[in-house]
Structure formats: structure tokens, C-alpha cells
């Protein structure tokens, strides 16, 4: 009697992956060495759709945010997820910012002739094909196409469950704007039809994959960094800080802070800790903390900070807004509205809590005492350091690079807003004349 074995969903999801992953690396060799005009008419081609295509984007988000609010999603996540007529005129305006920047590839990185007569270039060239692993983020997937087309990549998507119905519109209309202007389709591909085990069967795609990237909350990041055989471009989470030095401009320090707290909470570059100095406690903190609670946010505060607000949080009305800290707020990425509060005796006493809590993702000084300055930018060991800026402004699209990949919190190949030139590496070229080595 012939029995026969259905194949696994792991299977299939491996097969699923597999397929895709070789239709993306011939996409990207058909399309390697296209001119610089070809992928910008590309990328204007992807705006023009998305521009076109917004009611029906709309509608796709809709069921997708209803979706997560019934599971139950924290409200910085839904805002994440969530699309709008604006949001989409941003997303479709970033692609054009793209455009508009240089071609990376080909560029010369250094180039000399040596004493022999051998002439030795560096020349940048794509990675390949990129697999971009995320979640509740439907912007991630325009931001990937687009800096993987003008880098000369082809990219593989799984957007996750939650955004699963705008990130099928989306890829469509990506997908229809490469096909309008001559390139493969298939330079933009999605395996989110294989549910989880497709982002598994991406992780094991070594050989097929060319470098993977998460993007999403820590869990998501540890899974991938710890299981994945391809190799991975670490995307940290942001547990951010600001730090107000002595001699802070104080009128400015307040809607600075509140900035960086809380113009999108569910962002990674939103703050999580406020670092003051002892210095300025008594007269920054209750203006600060006045202006946060008026956004209803939730002050976790060390015992100094407590003292010094206690009277001010009765006044007001807030005490439900100040709760003692512990050492798990400090470790902690809110995601929410909630601060962490700590007075410090010195800059150097800031730099410690940073190294000690910090993800390496973004950490700011507000001061006006370039001794303190320099010493915070040189002394802090994250990928983004700002000077008197919200961390808010850590954004590919905010620091000149049209969009972004994910902010690097790693140290190999690319720290910090990940733009065109970070998905390319190197090729070495020699010329030589016959040469021989003696």
C-alpha cells in the first residue's frame, strides 16, 4: 500500500523561500550595472504608484490596524503601523529624496598606483540580495525597496503578520512600478505567504541570502542575530538617552526633552531615560516634568528626582504620573509614554549610566560648554551622538539619506542610519602590465 507524506509546513516554507530567493538573485543580475537614470526613473515610477494607489493602501492598513487593536497591540505600536494620507505623501516624497541622491555604485573608495606599476582601485559594488526581516512597520517595506534599487540590490521581504495585508498592497504596486519602467519584478519580492516558518527558512537561506537585517523590538533582533546562518547587519533596539549638563540652556532644554519623548513614542529613536545634573535639578525638572505630564507621561524617577518633584506632582494633580524607578526601567525601551528620571552628579556619572543601560543607539547632551561636549561625544560609544538635538532627529530620511534601512547599533561595515552607500561593499580592481610577482 502506497502511503504518501504531505511535506511540513516548514518544508514548503523552505522551498517557498528558496524559490524566491533565486528569483531575486537573477533579478539582480539582470538589472546589475543598469545606469544611474534607469533606477531613479525606478524609484519615481514606485512614487508615482504609491501616490496613485493611496485609497486603496488605505483600506489594506485599515483592516490591518483594526486587526492589531483587537489583539490587543500597544498603542506606540498601532501608531507604527498605522498609515495616513500624509504618512503615505512622506513615504512616496522619500523615494524621490532617494532618487535625487548619488549613484554608490561604482563610486572609487580609494585608488593609487603602486611602486611596481600595478594600479589598485576600491570600487563600491551591491551586496546582492538582502533579506529584511520586521514587523508593524509598513514604511520599512517602501524604505528597503527603494535603497535597495539604487544601490543595485534585490531585496526579499517578510513584513509579519500584522502589516501583512498593507505590505501585499505595497509590494504589488513596487512590483508594478519596476515592471512599468523595465526592470524585474522580482528586484522586490515578499515571503510573508510562508507565515513564520518563511521568516525561519530566511534565517537558514545561507547561500541564497547575501546579508539579513531585523528590524523591530529586541526579541525579534536576538532571535535573528542568535539563529540566523546567513550573516546579519544587527539593527538595535533604542533604549535612547538625554543628558542635561550644567550649563544646559534650560528655555530650550523642556520642549527638547518633550520632543524626544514623545512626537512618536513607538519609535526607536524616541528617549527613554533623562539624565540631569544635580546642578540645574531644583530648576529644570519640575518645568520638564509639568510639560511631560501634560502629554501623560509616566515619570519613573530615582530618589533624587522623587524629592525633588514630590511637591510639584501633589500640586499639579500627578502624583499618579511619578512612581519610583528601578533598575529595570533603566534597561528598559518603553515603547510608551514613560520616562525614566535620574539626577546625576557630573557628566562623567551620565557617561556611566549610558555605558552601563544603553543600547548604542542614540544618546544626546544638551549643554552649552564645549569642554562637556566634547567630552560626551568622545567618552559615549553609540552609533548617534546629538549635540543640543532631540534624538528624534536619528532618521535616514532627517540626516540627508532619503530613507533608511534600520539604524546599525552594530560596529562591522555599517553603524548608525543605514542609506544607499551602507548596502553596498567593496570590490578591489588591479591593473597591472604583464605583471608577475618575483
Not at 527638547?256 to 513614542?265: G, M, S, W, Y
Not at 531644583?282 to 505630564?293: I, M
Request: net charge negative; hydrophobic share 45%; glycine share 10%.
Amino acid at each position: 500500500m502506497d502511503v504518501s507524506i504531505s511535506p511540513s509546513p516548514q518544508q514548503d516554507a523552505v522551498e517557498s523561500v528558496t524559490r524566491t530567493a533565486r528569483s531575486a538573485r537573477l533579478a539582480q543580475r539582470a538589472a546589475s550595472g543598469v545606469r544611474r537614470e534607469l533606477k531613479d526613473a525606478g524609484l519615481h515610477a514606485m512614487a508615482d504608484g504609491l501616490l496613485a494607489g493611496t485609497q486603496t493602501i488605505l483600506a489594506a492598513n485599515s483592516v490591518d490596524v483594526e486587526r492589531a487593536r483587537r489583539a490587543g497591540m500597544r498603542e506606540g505600536l498601532v501608531d507604527r503601523l498605522t498609515l495616513t494620507v500624509g504618512r503615505v505623501a512622506a513615504v512616496a516624497a522619500s523615494l524621490r529624496e532617494v532618487a535625487g541622491l548619488p549613484d554608490p555604485v561604482g563610486q572609487i573608495v580609494d585608488g593609487r598606483t603602486l611602486p611596481n606599476g600595478l594600479k589598485v582601485r576600491r570600487v563600491r559594488v551591491p551586496v546582492g540580495v538582502i533579506g529584511m526581516i520586521y514587523e508593524a512597520r509598513p514604511n520599512v517595506t517602501v524604505d528597503v525597496a527603494a535603497l535597495a534599487l539604487k544601490s543595485g540590490n534585490a531585496v526579499v521581504l517578510r513584513g509579519g503578520s500584522a502589516a501583512q495585508r498593507t505590505n501585499a498592497t505595497l509590494v504589488g504596486i513596487l512590483r508594478d512600478a519596476l515592471e512599468s519602467v523595465g526592470l524585474p519584478a522580482d528586484l522586490v519580492t515578499s515571503v510573508d505567504a510562508a507565515g513564520r516558518a518563511g521568516a525561519t527558512a530566511l534565517m537558514r537561506a545561507r547561500g541564497l541570502i547575501d546579508v539579513l537585517v531585523p528590524r523591530g523590538g529586541a526579541g525579534l533582533i536576538e532571535t535573528v542575530v542568535e539563529e540566523s546562518a546567513v550573516p546579519v547587519i544587527e539593527t538595535g533596539s533604542g533604549n535612547c538617552h538625554v543628558y542635561a549638563d550644567a550649563s544646559a540652556d534650560l528655555e530650550a532644554a523642556v520642549p527638547l526633552v518633550v520632543n524626544a519623548k514623545t512626537q512618536r513614542v513607538g519609535v526607536c529613536n524616541a528617549a527613554e531615560t533623562l539624565l540631569v545634573h544635580c546642578d540645574i535639578a531644583e530648576r529644570l525638572l519640575p518645568a520638564v516634568a509639568a510639560a511631560l505630564w501634560d502629554e501623560g507621561v509616566v515619570l519613573h524617577v530615582d530618589a533624587a528626582a522623587e524629592t525633588v518633584l514630590r511637591d510639584s506632582a501633589g500640586r499639579a494633580g500627578r502624583g499618579e504620573l511619578l512612581v519610583a524607578a528601578t533598575d529595570e526601567d533603566w534597561a528598559t525601551e518603553y515603547g510608551s509614554l514613560d520616562l525614566a528620571v535620574r539626577v546625576v552628579a557630573d557628566l562623567e556619572e551620565a557617561v556611566d549610566h549610558i555605558s552601563r543601560w544603553s543600547t548604542g543607539h542614540t544618546e544626546a547632551i544638551l549643554t552649552r560648554d564645549i569642554t562637556a561636549m566634547n567630552r560626551f561625544t568622545e567618552a559615549v560609544d553609540s552609533a548617534v551622538v546629538m549635540v543640543n538635538a532631540s534624538t528624534r532627529f536619528t532618521d535616514g530620511g532627517q540626516l540627508g539619506l532619503g530613507a533608511e534601512l534600520g539604524i546599525s547599533t552594530q560596529k562591522l561595515h555599517a553603524r548608525g542610519p543605514m542609506g544607499p552607500a551602507a548596502l553596498t561593499t567593496t570590490k578591489w580592481i588591479v591593473e597591472g602590465a604583464g605583471h608577475v610577482r618575483p
